[in-house]
């Protein structure tokens, strides 16, 4: 195969924002520096919250002013907010992901907003959004499934990609914050949302804490997206779901789309190390399974 899959590593955001170990901001840089040795083209690396609700979050104008401008390199700042966007356009991001949760439960929780109070700042965003201004995507979070008001209906986030759909952001990812999702149901809503929004780009946002990370993602794949999330060593999970666990591992993803002939661009041994690493760090065994087992075909000396 000559397809590639384009892997946002969202590692030194989701991956670090629910550790109890809080990385210094030259450690972070480090993270970011080495992934993007290890083939990170596009990158979520800061996150434009209240450093007092996520902690892990600090920093995040100190990390974009010591990341200077680099062509092929997009870094990516999360916003909840029109203060968030803000800090955003100073920080001089490369692009600016705004949040939408599915769900008021989640999203009063998750940022203090329901989802049409949500709607309506992005609306906002884009409304002040100049030409020299970072491109804006959007994420539906708990697209599938949320902690506190359950089964989403596939309605409500049809309404949503809709809305961003009409205010023409760049890209539209969704989001299964609580690893709930099946394939069979992943494959429904991505068919869903290419018809509420047929001109824009899709990403999927997938975390493994039922085992059917990779399985979404692959069921992604063959439904012709071509944009996918991931962390390094499979960190990750939210602060404000409970029981909430990793992304799936970028390395884990690289190896299955490797092996069977997509291109990623990105270096698997590398990956391997940098997961480790950074796991070290928190204090905790890397969680991806390429991680802990390796690469295969073996390599000798």
Same mark, same amino acid.
């Given at each position: 195969m000559s397809r590639r899959i384009e892997i946002v590593e969202v590692g030194p955001r989701d991956g670090l924002q629910n550790e109890k170990t809080l990385l210094e901001v030259d450690q972070k840089l480090e993270l970011i520096r080495r992934l993007e040795a290890a083939g990170a083209k596009r990158m979520e690396v800061v996150s434009f919250v209240n450093p007092r609700r996520v902690p892990q979050m600090a920093g995040a104008e100190e990390i974009m002013a010591a990341l200077p401008p680099e062509a092929g390199k997009g870094r990516i700042g999360l916003v909840l907010n029109m203060k968030g966007w803000e800090r955003c356009v100073e920080a001089r991001c490369d692009e600016a992901n705004v949040v939408v949760c599915a769900t008021d439960g989640f999203g009063i929780r998750n940022q203090g907003a329901s989802v049409a109070e949500q709607v309506d700042a992005l609306r906002a965003i884009m409304a002040v959004r100049r030409k020299e201004d970072p491109p804006v995507t959007v994420t539906v979070s708990v697209a599938f499934g949320c902690p506190f008001d359950g089964e989403v209906p596939e309605? *409500? +986030? +049809?309404? /949503?990609?809709s809305a961003a759909a009409d205010l023409r952001v760049a890209e539209i990812a969704l989001a299964d914050t609580i690893g709930v999702a099946d394939p069979w149901t992943v494959r429904r809503r991505i068919e869903a949302a290419r018809k509420a929004a047929p001109n824009t780009k899709l990403r999927m946002h997938f975390h493994d804490t039922r085992n059917t990370g990779l399985a979404n993602a692959f069921a992604s794949v063959e439904a012709g997206v071509d944009v996918l999330d991931a962390s390094v060593g499979g960190l990750g999970g939210c602060p404000f779901a409970p029981n909430a &666990? $990793?992304? /799936? $591992? &970028?390395?884990?993803?690289?190896?299955? =789309?490797? *092996?069977? $002939?997509f291109e990623t661009g990105y270096d698997l041994d590398e990956l391997i190390g940098i997961g480790t690493?950074?796991?070290?760090? =928190?204090g905790k065994k890397v969680a991806s399974s390429v991680g802990r087992a390796g690469s295969f075909p073996f390599r000798t000396a």
């Open positions: 309605d *409500r +986030v +049809v309404e /949503i990609v &666990t $990793g992304n /799936i $591992g &970028t390395e884990d993803l690289v190896y299955m =789309l490797e *092996r069977a $002939g690493w950074v796991s070290d760090l =928190l």
